[in-house]
């Protein structure tokens, strides 16, 4: 290696730690790898070595690595054995002369770099390692005598030693378990590591010893990595000897700076490897944490839940109560039931959750942990051998009030100084008592539901707000847990009473925004005890729409409604005309929410719904639909006119909502084209209320005529379309208003029994092909012509094929218009559209002008071979579908024969080219399907599949021809059965090479 | 450090997060960008990842009640069947109704880790 160029590298290393433009790191980093992987790498390496630059010595270690990596099959035995004693060297001078501790650990890596690689040279690296130490200097490896007693010699190295020593294990350790344990390159590898537990075990015995040198805490961290090592390994071989170090590890935690290491070694073997420690170990263990010392660390974690030792052994604590909770569960002796109170003490520490109580989160999981098991142990156990129930009932119950206790929402002041963390975690908390409390509701029913109802009432006498909101909160969690049973019903009509609807009203004069929240949440969960009590329903209603028009509560409230209208829809129709008026009233002086507004929307028209009188239900939903019609003739208005704009006149303002007050105010025609936005989701959302929720019956008499719409709901259909289609017009550049109106069009698919919205199909057919393709959101109309055309076939048939030859000559003539630009929306939908009407109508699709569909086939063969995932997909299943056809009439199977005769075999090129490695993995399946069928019901398959794998096209030369014989063998014996999947999945395999077989 | 040595399932390499990651993969490995060593290292990184995301991070919750069909527990396996299911996600927030729904849950600890 010349000066020159290591003159070079040091200074290409110097440009690394310096600051510099990201242009120049990559310059130089991409120069210093070059030479790393040159042949003059090994040189660079040794001559670096010596620098007195620290980073310039870490970079030669790092080169050796590099090296080794790459290159190690390049040494003979003598170059490796000559290298290791090189690094040796390297490493012994290097800890001599002071050089920092990340280059010493970067030379430990690569020595263990030359074990995974050299192993067989000195299976008995630790000790090989050590035996230099206490010489000196660097030994041949055949110098290491076999009887060398390692413990005599651990004994007789320094504290810079010991270090390096136990570095060294520790690297070795999770190095090496980062390589693969079963395979056969690494298995020799892994064998000679757990030959080398026995030198381990000596080695940190005596470092856990040496606290006052600094080894303890290296040593601790070095045996937990063996624990986990041990743990994958599954060795007893490895195991054993390292439960020898369980004791001398445990007496560090009398060591003051060495407590949170040990506590968290001691934790992490708890939780993740429990059946590491013996019972004589429990035993000491709990000894430990029993101890006047550890009830000292108790009581400080209870005063300030923030201090790091006592978190530390907080955890501990729950750690081995985690790991033996049957046990303390089970047992009512002293020792065990103080532990289990400790622990239930443990969600009553000192501070705010999250913030300043950190223990109480995971104290938390613990008692998940610990009512999941009393849960199992009362189903499975005889109910006379649970002596220890109520024991454990006792600190269930202490854990539910100190929960109670802590859940309550701190004063604003104190909430106002939380970062968004601490507000998110204080939320998280919540959730995870909620899941507590529905676990001990399996074991305590109707008993926690008391509870909490007295506790509510208690501090509502004493208007203790925060508590009662808490207790509605647990209240609320438990919602999903009861059931109509009358005694639940009971209690919880003991909460929504009176008092409870005087505090919402204001009675008690203004309580906090977070309990009226809560309150009117409750109301919401609690929907299907108003539907069972419905003369409490009008006094709940009345309160949410009191709070509809706050800033707030609004959203939540018009989301209780929602649903409280839609699920108690019969009991209210008496109300359906008051509830327009307040309504109406409420968006006359206000501008409310507009998800506000689409849930009151929704609410009513649900309740319209179910008025049993024709009549009554058409007046009763054209007057709340008048209220939306307007709007959109007041949004056309304003974009002809402008100068109607008037912002003070909510009417207006409504459309300023997506407004954002930094950007200047939007032209009037923007304004209007959000007021009719606005008026659309409103439909749509007036459409989803008046579905029907019963289930539709079903009709069996195909050839019924459509049931004829006349008179006023005639009227009002047209009504509403001429609405739609206007707004279209105005705003035709708007792709949510297409997207608006496909939802409402959605809302009536569903629906069996005439309606306002359940448009007849020449309507909707009209609407759809008079939309040109290159309108905005096309592929959203071919979407909602899928589903179109499902409801078609959910009803009368006499209708159908009129409409469904509309719709399907609009598609491909779409298609053939757009001319390969069509986007991968389009191309999807417009493929699944035309896959649903050839399943049962495929003379309509022949009957198509044969350019345009040649063209549509054409297009699918495309898609089939191109790489979007969702258009092939969709190629795939229309195929699928095509070719599987048995029409009855005999025409048209000719034609398809003939069709398929052209088709084929550009089908099965396609098709083979995909399965030979042209696909992604997850587009297999889906092929297989294709072929299946194919192969099935195509007696000329055969042949067409034989002529596109031996065609010159097929993708992949990794196959021979023999393996393509095999696979057509295989795939026309199997006569489309299940296995082609494989079948298929492993030619695939095949033709992309052994590079892709690592998620087989 | 206990994720470093603890194996997790593959099951969630069959959800389409999972199909997706494995398609990347292939690509890159098609591109030689990557090799497929640093494929499966990225695969059982991917398991670890979202099974300790699941436990840790995800605070979502959904409830659901239907009726149990048939259930059985074999092999740490529980696979429940319901039918008639009315999910219900967190807040009222909106329902999903499902005809049939089968569960299949695995211990979060692993057989060989308890």
Redesign the interface.
């Known amino acids: 290696m010349e000066v020159k160029c290591l003159d070079e590298v040091e200074e290409l290393i110097q440009i690394l730690y310096s600051p510099n433009p990201p242009s120049v790191y990559k310059l130089a980093q991409d120069r210093l790898q070059t030479l790393q992987k040159s042949n003059e790498g090994w040189q660079l390496a040794q001559a670096l070595i010596s620098s007195p630059n620290t980073n310039t010595k870490f970079f030669a270690a790092l080169t050796l690595i590099v090296k080794l990596n790459k290159e190690s099959a390049n040494l003979t035995e003598d170059d490796a054995k000559e290298l290791l004693q090189n690094v040796v060297g390297w490493l012994l001078t290097s800890m001599n002369d002071g050089t920092a501790n990340f280059v010493l650990k970067k030379l430990c890596s690569a020595l263990v770099t030359h074990f995974i690689y050299f192993s067989q040279l000195w299976p008995k690296c630790l000790r090989q390692l050590i035996y230099c130490l206490d010489i000196g200097r660097s030994m041949p490896v055949e110098a290491l005598d076999e009887a060398l007693q390692a413990d005599a010699v651990i004994d007789s190295l320094d504290a810079r030693k010991m270090w390096m020593a136990i570095q060294f294990a520790t690297a070795l350790v ?1 190095e090496v ?1 980062k390589t693969e344990m079963n395979s056969e390159k690494y298995m020799p590898v892994h064998q000679r590591l757990a030959g080398n537990a026995a030198d381990v075990v000596s080695l940190l015995q005596r470092g856990l010893a040496r606290a006052e040198d600094g080894c303890s805490e290296i040593a601790l961290n070095c045996y ?2 063996w624990i ?2 041990a ?2 390994a ?1 060795v007893d071989a490895l195991t054993a000897p390292l439960r020898g170090l369980v004791e001398p590890a445990m007496r560090c935690f009398t060591v003051q700076e060495l407590f949170q290491e040990t506590a968290a070694l001691f934790t ?1 073997v708890l ?5 590491f420690f013996t019972d004589s170990h429990y035993v000491a263990l709990f000894s430990l944490i029993d101890s006047p010392w550890a009830v000292e660390l108790y009581n400080k974690l209870r005063e300030t839940p923030d201090d790091h030792d006592a978190m530390s052994f907080g955890l501990l604590l729950l750690a081995f109560g985690d790991a033996k909770v049957h046990q303390l569960m089970t047992s009512t002796e002293e020792a065990p039931q103080g532990l289990l109170s400790r622990l239930a003490g443990l969600t009553a520490a000192n501070g705010h959750l999250v913030g300043e109580d950190n223990i109480f989160v995971p104290a938390l999981e613990f008692w998940c942990t610990f009512v999941e098991t009393v849960v199992d142990s009362s189903f499975t156990d005889q109910e006379s051998s649970q002596t220890w129930r109520p024991y454990a009932d006792q600190h269930i119950q202490n854990v539910v009030i100190n929960s109670l206790r802590k859940i309550r929402w701190p004063p604003a002041e104190v909430f106002a100084e939380w970062d968004s963390s601490e507000r998110a975690g204080f939320g ?1 908390a919540r ?1 995870d008592v ?2 507590l409390l529905q676990s001990v509701f399996t074991l305590n029913g109707v008993r926690l539901v008391s509870f909490f109802v007295d506790f509510f009432l208690q501090s509502l006498q004493s208007l203790a707000w925060a508590e009662a909101e808490a207790a509605e909160f647990c209240l609320g969690a438990l919602a ?1 847990c009861v059931t109509e049973a009358p005694e639940f019903d009971l209690e919880m009509g003991r909460v929504f009473s009176a008092p409870f609807f005087e505090l919402l009203s204001g009675f008690h004069g203004q309580i906090p925004l977070r309990l009226r929240q809560t309150s009117l ?1 409750l109301i ?2 609690y929907g299907e005890f108003f539907e069972r009590h419905s003369e409490r329903l009008p006094d709940a209603l009345n309160l949410l729409f009191a709070a509809v028009g706050d800033p707030v509560l609004g959203g939540p409230s018009a ?2 409604i929602s ?1 409280l209208c839609s699920s108690c829809r019969a009991i209210l129709t008496g109300e359906a005309q008051a509830f327009i008026t307040q309504y109406k009233t409420i968006r006359g002086s206000q501008v409310l929410d507009s998800i506000a507004e689409e849930r009151i929307i929704h609410a009513i028209a649900s309740i319209i719904q179910a008025i049993p009188q024709e009549n009554i239900r058409l007046s009763t939903f054209n007057e709340l639909y008048q209220i939306i019609r307007e709007d959109i003739i007041r949004a056309q208005q304003l974009k002809h006119k402008p100068a109607l704009l008037n912002l003070g006149d909510p009417n207006y303002a409504r459309g300023l909502e997506s407004w954002n007050n930094t950007q200047p105010a939007p032209e009037a025609e923007e304004i209007a084209l959000q007021i009719s936005l606005r008026a659309l989701r409103c439909l749509s959302n007036m459409a989803k209320g008046l579905q029907d929720t019963k289930e539709p019956s079903v009709n069996l008499d195909d050839e019924e005529q459509p049931a004829q719409v006349l008179g006023p709901l005639y009227l009002m259909q047209t009504d509403i379309f001429n609405m739609m289609y206007s707004v279209r017009l105005n705003f035709d550049r708007s792709g949510e208003v297409v997207e608006a109106i496909c939802n409402i069009f959605r809302a009536g698919f569903s629906e069996t029994v005439p309606g306002p919205f359940v448009f007849p199909a020449e309507m909707v057919t009209k609407f759809f092909t008079e939309q040109l393709c290159w309108c905005p959101s096309f592929g959203t109309l071919l979407s909602t012509a899928c589903s179109f055309v499902g409801s078609l076939y959910r009803g009368p048939k006499t209708n159908v094929p009129s409409q469904l030859s509309l719709v399907a000559y609009w598609a491909v003539n779409s298609l053939w218009i757009l001319a390969g630009y069509a986007d991968t929306e389009i191309s999807q939908n417009s493929i699944v559209l035309l896959d649903k009407i050839t399943g049962r109508y495929p003379e309509l699709v022949f009957k198509l002008p044969t350019e345009l569909l040649e063209n549509f086939f054409r297009f699918t063969l495309k898609v089939l071979s191109e790489v979007e995932p969702l258009p092939k997909g969709a190629a795939a299943d229309f195929w699928s579908g095509l070719v599987s056809l048995k029409p009855d009439d005999s025409s048209l199977q000719a034609t398809l024969d003939n069709a398929m005769g052209t088709l084929g075999p550009p089908l099965a090129q396609s098709l083979i080219d995909n399965i030979g490695g042209k696909a ?3 587009e297999l399946d889906k092929l297989s399907g294709l072929l299946k069928k194919l192969v099935m019901h195509q007696p000329r398959a055969q042949a067409w599949l034989e002529a596109a794998l031996f065609d010159q096209s097929f993708p992949d030369s990794q196959v021979t021809p023999e393996q393509k014989t095999v696979f057509l063998k295989k795939i026309m014996s199997l006569r489309g059965s299940r296995l082609t999947n494989q079948v298929v999945r492993e030619f695939w395999l095949a033709c ?1 090479g ?6 087989s | 450090m206990a994720t470093n040595s603890t194996s997790f399932y593959d099951l969630y390499r069959h959800g389409s997060l999972g199909v997706s990651l494995t398609d990347a993969l292939d690509d890159l490995i098609s591109a030689e960008r990557i090799d497929p060593q640093l494929a499966i290292k990225v695969l059982n990184q991917f398991d670890r990842i979202v099974a300790e995301s699941l436990q840790e991070k995800v605070k979502s919750r959904l409830t659901f009640k239907g009726s149990l069909d048939t259930y059985r527990f074999c092999d740490e396996v529980w696979t429940f069947l319901i039918k008639n299911v009315t999910f219900k996600m967190e807040n009222g927030a909106h329902t999903v109704q499902a005809d049939k729904v089968k569960i299949v849950s695995c211990s979060a600890k692993r057989t060989d880790e308890k």
């Open positions: 999770e378990g937990q990595a986990l090592y743990q994958r599954s992490d939780q993740n490897y429990s059946s998280d959730k909620a899941d999903d949440s919401e969960r989301r209780s649903t992604a993995r997850s992309r052994s590079n892709f077989t690592y998620a």
